[in-house]
């Protein structure tokens, strides 16, 4: 008998290691989601499995329902790694970011800048690991080249081999989790997409809220964003912004995660984002105020009265009427 029980010890322990080969991160294909916008929002137009992330667009888009500029791509897998040092590397037209368990490893998501390469060399434990990218194309050449694989010998863990950056969100409030355990999501909406649980009476920075008021951003730290259900969490920090008084002169504060476009319309190009809190110059309005133009950055555009608040100092009457 006891010569069976090691056998069927034995047999269980090469399955194991065996399934947990099997799984290797490196033969697992990546799933990549496609979106016709620049900030991976709302639903993505099509997805499909890729075996490597080396992509070179040129002028051209992804795919005929893709425009050639304006879109975004997140690339994600899991799988098993040994213990190590692995090195990672991406050359990029635009912006991307690079995330390994739910940490920002590099990030040159903001930067703008027309093909550009990070790298950074992390110690992972063994065992199951999560890699996404998130790309984005504005203009002119799209490509995206991801190389990776253990660091060789004798390389320092941690070691950057070119500085990366962190942009922070700014924070609109603090919530307070009334739930027993609380789902942390990656969209604001129930789907596969649970990034970690949070618990009755921790605290975090509000970062945003959905346009239907049901969802908030949090920071869970300072390198995981995501969404809580507003259900769940002290019911103050959730009502609208109501505070003006940091708000003066001609501008106005986007009450949300709002896209500038170029013309006064809901289905006109989008052009850029404001940050929920997000104080603006105002340009000009349209006839009936429904949408207000404003100066983001150094380009003018569009955003819906319905998603704003205004200065106390602005005067309709006194501002430029276009459209
Ligand atoms: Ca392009
Ligand atoms: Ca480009």
Redesign the pocket.
């Known amino acids: 008998m006891t010569h069976i029980r090691i056998l069927i010890l034995i047999i269980l322990l090469w399955f194991t290691l065996f399934s947990a080969q099997a799984q290797s991160i490196f033969d697992r294909p990546w799933a990549v989601d496609y979106y016709n916008n620049p900030y991976l929002a709302g639903e993505s137009i099509f997805g499909r499995s890729e075996n490597a992330v080396g992509f070179d667009w040129g002028t051209d888009s992804p795919n005929d329902d893709i425009p050639n500029?304006n879109f975004s791509v997140r690339f994600a897998k899991s799988g098993y790694l040994p213990a190590g040092v692995y090195r990672f590397i991406i050359s990029a037209?635009?912006g991307f970011r690079l995330y390994i368990d739910q940490q920002v490893i590099l990030d040159a998501w903001d930067d703008n800048v027309?093909g550009q390469t990070l790298g950074r060399d992390i110690r992972l434990s063994e065992g199951i690991h999560h890699i996404q990218i998130d790309y984005r194309?504005?203009?002119?050449?799209?490509f995206i080249y991801l190389d990776w694989g253990a660091a060789p010998p004798d390389t320092e863990a941690e070691t950057l081999i070119q500085p990366e950056h962190i942009v922070p969100e700014s924070a609109i409030g603090t919530v307070t989790v009334t739930a027993n355990a609380l789902n942390v999501r990656s969209e604001p909406r129930i789907a596969n997409n649970v990034l970690t649980r949070v618990q009755r009476g921790q605290q975090f920075p509000l970062l945003d809220r959905s346009t239907d008021g049901n969802w908030l951003q949090i920071a869970v730290d300072s390198a995981t964003t995501g969404w809580v259900s507003a259900a769940y969490v002290d019911g103050s920090a959730a009502s609208p912004i109501s505070n003006n008084s940091d708000l003066s002169g001609v501008t106005l504060r986007s009450d949300t995660r709002l896209f500038v476009r170029v013309r006064p319309y809901a289905d006109s190009e989008i052009i850029g984002l404001l940050r929920a809190g997000e104080v603006v110059p105002i340009v000009a309005r349209n006839d009936n105020m429904t949408w207000w133009q404003i100066r983001d950055g150094n380009q003018i555009g569009w955003v819906s009265a319905q998603f704003i608040t205004l200065s106390p100092d602005v005067n309709p009457a006194r501002v430029a009427v276009v459209e």
């Open positions: 500029d037209d635009e027309p194309e504005f203009s002119g050449e799209a």
